[in-house]
């Protein structure tokens, strides 16, 4: 069943009036439920002492496996599923889209944003950026967001981003995130956001003494596309940051067209560079940049550092070199297409090699552990709180690398881990469910001879439990108490091996 536009619509306005949002939420999930149950009547479990393979391609290619997912790529083919995921137009994502486009700041032109408070803009961001990971059918596409979105680290809390960053979100990276690499780069160039962020706007030559600020294009380069190791030097640097002067943006101040992107020549410097050994011809005015875009994509290490950077994204902390190669020189035949790379990476015999080597950050911990237990959220502070203690809050990395995708930055953040797994098994965070009693039938209707310590444990990490692992588990199952189920559940959502995918 689908819903009609009408109804969606309907509903839209509802989330719109600001009296009427809590009924509004228990509407949406209301009639989410009723469309598309969450939770399907029986799910079967992996049974293997290894992760099953097709647990493994959904925890890395979504944000979790949800139930009745494994049964779902199953019998469509995993091939399949990878080629519908990767035309994410063509899967129809309207009950997601009930959750999260209700925040009406998010599709604004940049000026308009001016006009809401810091607090309304941040709070949009964060809920529309979760309620996507956690529902969308569109799952590739969100994780390659949320790769995007750290590779081109924009901090909103930096002056005027928090304004201009939604536009971001929308026009550079949800556009390009399964697009064409050069067309990526080249709109985070003239982005709004990035433009403050990176100090794009304050570099100009009005006078012949004036020196570029070289702060955006020391990370086009070190950052966005060669890499740190990437041969270029620091004229390099200084001679593309003369390429990009001249950008300037319609700021808050401004009483016409805030937020918009303008060139002006007469802040130009438009005499001959080298970048990287090639010549820019003077008098090139605007067409610097897209000359400058060009070079840096097109030097052989770019290829060699995207693919790196996906490889360790999608397969292990030390990229495989064979892969890595193999990847870049895909990258580079077709013309920075992102599509055939990723393909290239997800079925690869070291993707497949590389089951549960990977450590969750705490944003797809989170969305993980709400996706698995069929949560009904609207994202709102109770869950955002633990997200920032954390330490992930979307967008708001203080410097341009992006938030550590690696293991010993958020060692210390373990115990809210543990705190979020224990008060979602148990109901206890403020404004969300999970249907305990229907998930837990719904497990053990497949194999009613196992004990539900077992059964949790396959569910969840995809592979049986050790003896070990299983020791610390059967004292809950045994218990009689009412909480017990939720225990069990709480201590396998916060165990070592759910921390891993």
Not at 75 to 92: F, K, S
Not at 182 to 192: D, N, Q, T, W
Not at 409 to 433: H, K
Request: aromatic letters at 8%.
């Amino acid at each position: 069943m689908r819903l009609s536009r009408r109804t969606i619509l309907k509903i839209g306005a509802l989330a719109g009036t600001g009296s009427l949002l809590s009924s509004c939420e228990r509407m949406i999930s209301e009639v989410s439920n009723r469309i598309a149950d969450p939770i399907p009547d029986q799910i079967s479990l992996p049974s293997g002492k290894d992760i099953d393979p097709i647990f493994h391609f959904l925890s890395r290619t979504t944000y979790g496996p949800g139930p009745g997912d494994l049964d779902r790529v199953k019998e469509q083919g995993v091939e399949a599923w990878l080629q519908e995921q990767l035309q994410p137009d063509t899967i129809d994502d309207r009950l997601c889209d009930l959750r999260a486009r209700r925040f009406e700041t998010l599709y604004l032109q940049p000026g308009d944003c001016y006009e809401f408070k810091n607090h309304v803009l941040r709070d949009d961001m964060t809920r529309h950026t979760l309620l996507k990971a956690i529902y969308s059918r569109r799952q590739l596409y969100e994780v390659m967001v949320g790769f995007w979105s750290d590779h081109l680290n924009i901090n909103m809390e930096k002056g005027e981003c928090i304004f201009l960053k939604a536009n971001d979100d929308q026009k550079v990276v949800r556009a390009h995130a399964l697009g064409n690499f050069k067309e990526l780069i080249r709109a985070s160039a003239v982005s709004p956001a990035m433009l403050v962020y990176l100090d794009g706007k304050e570099n100009r030559r009005g006078a012949a003494t004036d020196i570029p600020n070289e702060n955006y294009a020391r990370e086009l380069m070190e950052l966005h596309t060669l890499g740190v190791k990437g041969g270029y030097t620091q004229k390099d640097v200084y001679e593309a940051a003369r390429c990009l002067t001249g950008w300037r943006l319609k700021e808050k101040k401004d009483t016409w067209n805030k937020g918009s992107v303008y060139f002006d020549p007469a802040l130009h410097d438009d005499g001959e560079k080298i970048v990287l050994g090639r010549v820019i011809t003077a008098g090139g005015g605007a067409r610097d940049l897209d000359n400058l875009i060009d070079i840096v994509v097109r030097h052989p290490s770019t290829a060699e550092h995207i693919a790196g950077k996906l490889v360790r994204f999608f397969v292990k902390d030390c990229p495989p070199p064979a892969l890595v190669d193999r990847a870049a020189s895909i990258f580079r035949k077709n013309n920075f297409e992102i599509k055939p790379v990723l393909t290239a990476i997800l079925t690869s015999s070291e993707f497949q090699e590389s089951r549960g080597n990977k450590f969750k950050l705490p944003f797809r911990f989170v969305a993980s552990a709400l996706r698995a237990t069929g949560a009904d959220t609207h994202a709102g502070h109770g869950l955002l709180e633990y997200l920032s203690r954390m330490g992930q809050t979307p967008f708001q990395y203080p410097t341009p690398d992006g938030y550590p995708d690696e293991m010993l930055p958020w060692m210390g953040t373990l115990l809210w881990r543990w705190n979020f797994a224990l008060a979602l098994a148990s109901n206890q965070i403020p404004s969300m469910s999970i249907p305990l009693n229907r998930l837990s039938a719904a497990i053990s209707q497949a194999e009613s001879n196992h004990g539900s310590a077992e059964l949790f444990f396959r569910y969840l990490i995809g592979r049986r439990p050790t003896a070990n692992e299983l020791d610390v588990l059967r004292p809950f199952e045994r218990s009689a108490s009412a909480g017990a189920t939720s225990q069990l559940l709480g201590l396998v959502l916060s165990s070592p091996a759910f921390q891993r995918f």
